[in-house]
């Protein structure tokens, strides 16, 4: 029994043995870590599910489509019974020329600690019409009284003015569609009740102004043969979306983009009939104001940092058992380990409140005291105390660091942890393990 209490005593007392519990409790408290993670994506969920709500209140993004101009006519046939048939048919035509200029009134909208971008703007449409080539269409019968203009916009509850939509020399309001196409959304509806507007014999100029809500983004499509739409706004950070890159201005006051976009730039016909088309979407383009403080994609992003945080300090506790002679319990391991991992739901409720920045301050001093004031009753030594300090804030400042440069985060980290490993590998290099694991521990 004496042998085995001594065998016993030894192996707790073994280097290796105490690496390999160190290793374990390590990769235990990834339990937690991905934990924290998983709160992080309920709290962003939510966040998305509050700024849903806001932006029901107010009105979604907005996605303009406009202007299409439609003519129904009929076609008549002989069938195989000799009788004359009628098909009923529209022919849909894009303008030759399209020109869109939008001003943006971005605002930020809090709801409780969530926040989300509303606009107001101002869409300023004009253009021209040519004259629609019927001569494919044969044994036809063109219903230019039954003609109309649609405007597609994808929220109608964004809409604040009683639009007039001006066609050659006249002026026609504009009303609610009962449709919902898939090429074009939600419409509003401008008929034509003066057919001398109508391009039926040369060319017709159209103009008209939307006043409209949106949020988040605002986008378009270019229905024109040649398309140019011009978007300025009050906002420090647009994001460019779509199939089309613009030519853009950023400054104090705002940004500026514009497009230029020609008929073989596209895939949307110059007229088509019914719906041959299914959908345009192929050819959006916009702009998206971005939310240029994401806390929820920061804490994301810093507790996958985690398990580098554990293994690095659980490093330097084992170093200084091994130099010092001085044992310390795997409970105190998982204690400090919790404390690391504490940091992380600290930073996430912090950030919900307060800048990410100051969050992020406050969250990893108060790790940092706590550890701290929990080994000087451990090590005993300010020495030893003043090195782990030293080194978690240099940690903390590391990984502060990597989240503020998005670009380049992969390769700072990547060089930060090389040159750590390298640290590590230069203190240990003198350390002699089989004549660690032969000493008598204290």
Same mark, same amino acid.
């Given at each position: 029994?004496?042998?085995?209490?001594?065998?016993?005593?030894? $192996?707790?007392?073994?280097?290796?043995?105490?690496?390999?519990?160190?290793?374990?409790? #390590?990769?235990?408290?990834?339990? /937690?870590?991905?934990?924290?993670?998983?709160? *992080?994506?309920?709290?962003?969920?939510?966040?998305?599910?509050?700024?849903?709500?806001?932006?029901?209140?107010?009105?979604?993004?907005? #996605?303009?489509?406009?202007?299409?101009?439609?003519?129904? !006519?009929?076609?008549?046939?002989?069938?195989?019974?000799?009788?004359?048939?009628?098909?009923?048919?529209?022919?849909?035509?894009?303008?030759?020329?399209?020109?869109?200029?939008?001003?943006?009134?971005?605002?930020?909208?809090?709801?409780?600690?969530?926040?989300?971008?509303?606009?107001?703007?101002?869409?300023?449409?004009?253009?021209?019409?040519?004259?629609?080539?019927?001569?494919?269409? +044969?044994?036809? #019968?063109?219903?230019?009284?039954?003609?109309?203009?649609?405007?597609?916009?994808?929220?109608?509850?964004?809409?604040?003015?009683?639009?007039?939509?001006?066609?050659?020399?006249?002026?026609?309001?504009?009303?609610?569609?009962?449709?919902?196409?898939?090429?074009? &959304?939600?419409?509003?509806?401008?008929?034509?009740?003066?057919?001398?507007?109508?391009?039926?014999?040369?060319?017709?100029?159209?103009?008209? +102004?939307?006043?409209?809500? &949106? =949020?988040?983004?605002?986008?378009?499509?270019?229905?024109?043969?040649?398309?140019?739409?011009?978007?300025?706004?009050?906002?420090?950070?647009?994001? !460019?979306? &779509? =199939?089309?890159?613009?030519?853009? +201005?950023?400054?104090?006051?705002?940004?500026?983009?514009?497009?230029?976009?020609?008929?073989?730039?596209?895939? @949307?016909?110059?007229?088509?009939?019914? =719906?041959?088309?299914?959908?345009?979407?192929?050819?959006?383009?916009?702009?998206?104001?971005?939310?240029?403080?994401?806390?929820?994609?920061?804490?994301?992003?810093?507790?996958?940092?985690?398990?580098?945080?554990?293994?690095?300090?659980?490093?330097?506790?084992?170093?200084?058992?091994?130099?010092?002679?001085?044992? *310390?319990?795997?409970?105190?391991?998982?204690?400090? &380990?919790?404390?690391?991992? $504490?940091?992380?739901?600290?930073?996430? =409720?912090?950030?919900?409140?307060?800048?990410?920045?100051?969050?992020?301050?406050?969250?990893?001093?108060? #790790?940092?005291?706590?550890?701290? $004031? !929990?080994?000087?009753? *451990?090590?005993?030594?300010?020495?030893?105390?003043?090195?782990?300090?030293?080194?978690?804030?240099?940690?903390?400042?590391?990984?502060?660091?990597?989240?503020?440069?998005?670009?380049?985060?992969?390769? @700072?980290?990547?060089?930060? $942890?090389?040159?750590?490993?390298?640290?590590?590998?230069?203190?240990?290099?003198?350390?002699?393990?089989?004549?660690?694991?032969?000493? /008598?521990?204290?």
């Amino acid at each position: 029994m004496e042998t085995f209490a001594k065998r016993s005593e030894k $192996l707790s007392q073994s280097i290796t043995v105490k690496a390999l519990i160190v290793a374990f409790l #390590t990769l235990l408290l990834l339990i /937690p870590s991905v934990m924290v993670q998983e709160l *992080i994506m309920e709290r962003q969920n939510r966040s998305y599910e509050t700024i849903e709500k806001i932006n029901n209140k107010w009105s979604q993004a907005q #996605t303009l489509c406009l202007p299409i101009l439609s003519v129904p !006519y009929t076609v008549s046939r002989t069938n195989e019974n000799e009788k004359i048939v009628y098909e009923q048919h529209t022919l849909h035509i894009t303008p030759e020329h399209l020109d869109i200029q939008t001003t943006l009134s971005p605002e930020e909208k809090h709801y409780g600690i969530y926040k989300t971008i509303l606009y107001k703007s101002e869409v300023k449409i004009s253009g021209q019409f040519e004259q629609p080539n019927f001569q494919k269409v +044969t044994h036809n #019968t063109i219903h230019w009284d039954k003609a109309y203009i649609r405007l597609g916009v994808s929220d109608l509850r964004g809409v604040t003015n009683n639009i007039r939509f001006n066609l050659g020399n006249q002026s026609f309001p504009a009303e609610a569609g009962s449709s919902n196409d898939g090429f074009i &959304g939600k419409e509003l509806i401008v008929s034509i009740t003066d057919q001398k507007s109508l391009p039926i014999d040369g060319s017709r100029d159209f103009s008209c +102004t939307i006043n409209l809500n &949106g =949020s988040s983004s605002i986008g378009f499509i270019p229905a024109g043969k040649t398309t140019k739409v011009h978007v300025a706004g009050s906002w420090n950070a647009p994001g !460019y979306i &779509g =199939s089309f890159s613009p030519e853009h +201005t950023l400054d104090e006051q705002g940004f500026t983009a514009d497009w230029s976009i020609l008929q073989f730039n596209r895939s @949307i016909p110059e007229m088509w009939i019914d =719906s041959q088309v299914d959908s345009f979407n192929d050819a959006y383009f916009g702009v998206s104001l971005v939310d240029t403080v994401d806390h929820y994609q920061q804490n994301m992003r810093s507790a996958k940092y985690a398990i580098m945080f554990i293994g690095l300090t659980f490093v330097i506790f084992f170093f200084v058992e091994i130099l010092t002679r001085r044992r *310390i319990h795997p409970i105190q391991y998982l204690l400090v &380990g919790l404390a690391l991992i $504490l940091f992380y739901t600290l930073l996430l =409720s912090i950030s919900e409140q307060l800048h990410f920045g100051l969050a992020y301050l406050i969250a990893s001093m108060a #790790t940092i005291g706590l550890i701290t $004031l !929990y080994t000087k009753s *451990i090590f005993n030594n300010w020495k030893q105390i003043g090195l782990l300090t030293f080194t978690l804030c240099l940690l903390y400042l590391f990984l502060y660091v990597v989240l503020q440069l998005e670009d380049i985060a992969l390769l @700072i980290g990547s060089v930060g $942890l090389f040159i750590i490993l390298a640290v590590i590998m230069y203190c240990s290099r003198k350390i002699s393990w089989y004549k660690q694991e032969e000493l /008598p521990v204290e």
